[in-house]
């Protein structure tokens, strides 16, 4: 089955720099790559998605790029804030019938 | 915030125990998903309903979890005999339609089996 591994496990940056999320999946007939947020305690909140027939999306401060020849995807967030301190997890599917295969999670840490 | 309601928020058991956990997906999303996380923040599929009708599930969910979503009713997530491995975060998750369309997560059950 498919297998999705997030390369960082911990990033600490300081406010107002960029963070870098890197994320590989194995599937090739994944297509649509989601983002979540999770925050001490609380659930998992939805930030950004990305489809296999575009290979950049920005939402405000957020860009996701995808490079399906190298089965990589990413998550920018740029001009970081203290609430942008959390927990990131990207996912990959092949269509919600099989539901969302997630990496294990990015603890990104911003200080001042 | 999630529309997504999960009830109760924590659920301590002893081994052998009957837990259940249920859901009150969005309004108007016909699709609902259940996941188990671990501390390790592993996800783990467990089942996925449209409306009332099963679509998929593994097989643990087969052998001693059982899960429904009546019409009119909160979806539910039943253990039948828990087990130290099942400590986890439960989240249901729902979402418009099959289309490659945004899963909404409720705040989950944390069960503890003690």
């Known amino acids: 089955g498919e297998k999705v591994e997030q390369h960082e496990s911990t990033l600490s940056v300081r406010e107002g720099d960029s963070a870098v999320i890197n994320c590989t999946y194995t599937?090739?007939?994944?297509?649509?790559f989601p983002w979540y947020k999770q925050e001490a305690g609380k659930s998992l909140h939805f930030v950004i998605d990305?489809?296999?027939?575009?290979d950049r999306k920005q939402s405000q401060r957020l860009i996701v790029l995808l490079d399906k020849k190298a089965k990589r995807f990413s998550l920018h967030i740029t001009a970081t804030q203290p609430e942008d301190s959390a927990i990131y997890f990207c996912?990959?599917?092949?269509?919600?019938?099989?539901?969302?295969?997630f990496g294990l999670g990015t603890r990104v840490s911003v200080f001042p | 915030n999630s529309k997504v309601i999960q009830t109760p928020r924590y659920l301590v058991k002893g081994q052998g125990q009957k837990a259940k956990m249920r859901c009150i997906p969005e309004k108007g999303h016909p699709v609902v998903f259940w996941y188990q996380q671990n501390k390790n923040n592993e996800f783990k599929f467990l089942i996925n309903?449209?409306?009332?009708?099963?679509?998929?599930q593994i097989d643990m969910t087969e052998k001693r979890f059982s899960a429904e979503c009546p019409s009119n009713s909160p979806c539910s997530l039943e253990i039948q005999s828990s087990e130290a491995g099942d400590s986890a975060l439960y989240l249901c998750a729902s979402s418009l339609d099959w289309g490659q369309n945004t899963l909404y997560f409720g705040a989950g059950t944390r069960l503890s089996v003690l």
């Open positions: 599937d090739t007939a994944s297509s649509y």
């Open positions: 309903f449209q409306n009332q009708e099963v679509l998929q």
């Open positions: 996912a990959a599917s092949k269509g919600y019938a099989q539901g969302l295969t």
């Open positions: 990305i489809r296999s027939n575009v």
